[in-house]
């Protein structure tokens, strides 16, 4: 089954305690993206990447780190998570992206963190 | 700045009536429109997709329209049912260059039995 794949789905944590919350997709997409949501604001951006090793900031990258070593995998880092980056966060991957074209974005099931 | 809004942010509905949601975009240029649906605590599944040179596209009971002119599409949604009871988010593109998508804050619809 064609999917993108979130772990875990629900973490609560403490402040500064690094994580890494993986994103997998198995439809060979080159274009993988992060978002979270929060209540009000509609899903943001958080980092995209084009391919693997080609990755760019978003409209809100700060306190995160992404990294695409192959094409499927795209984990979306806190070094030092602090309560504001409690969210819901959702992995979405397309085949591609750019021009006219209207690829179709799968989104992941979402990840709930709060951190306190 | 590039910005999407939607209206109303939330709509209430009886079963079997029909609605329609509206969205105003500033990105210009784009690339293209989308309608997504989200139900509470799950991922946006898409609706429909529609290039700058497209007016409407269907999906079963899902009708999005496209005004480039005015920069407005809206969602029309026929003969409602209980599982449409969901967010609606509309999504512009932006063209090569920032590879981006600038979301709207979604119209929350709650369809009533």
């Known amino acids: 089954e064609a999917q993108v794949t979130q772990n875990p789905r629900y973490l609560i944590t403490v402040t500064g305690k690094k994580l890494t919350v993986t994103c997998s997709q198995n439809m060979n997409h080159e274009y993988m993206s992060w978002y979270r949501q929060d209540p009000g604001l509609g899903l943001r951006q958080i980092y995209y990447?084009?391919?693997?090793?080609?990755?760019d900031k978003g409209d809100v990258p700060e306190g995160y780190k992404v990294s695409r070593k192959e094409k499927r995998n795209f984990p979306l880092i806190l070094e030092s998570p602090s309560p504001n980056q409690t969210s819901l966060y959702f992995c979405?991957?397309?085949?591609?992206?750019?021009?006219?074209?209207?690829?179709?974005?799968?989104f992941g099931p979402g990840t709930r963190l709060t951190v306190t | 700045k590039n910005q999407v809004e939607q209206s109303p942010q939330s709509l209430i509905i009886l079963e079997g009536k029909n609605c329609t949601l509206q969205?105003?975009?500033?990105?210009?240029?784009?690339?293209?429109l989308r309608w997504y649906k989200q139900d509470t605590g799950r991922g946006p599944v898409s609706l429909t997709i529609?290039?700058?040179?497209?007016n409407t596209k269907s999906n079963g009971r899902y009708t999005a329209t496209l005004d480039a002119d005015t920069k407005q599409s809206s969602l029309h949604i026929t003969a409602s049912q209980l599982s449409d009871s969901a967010s609606y988010i509309c999504v512009v593109t932006i063209p090569s260059g920032t590879y981006k998508y600038i979301f709207g804050t979604g119209t929350r619809l709650k369809v009533l039995a």
């Open positions: 990447s084009m391919n693997v090793e080609v990755t």
């Open positions: 529609m290039t700058f040179s497209e």
């Open positions: 979405a991957s397309s085949l591609s992206f750019g021009g006219v074209s209207s690829y179709e974005q799968y």
């Open positions: 969205c105003n975009y500033t990105v210009s240029p784009f690339s293209n």
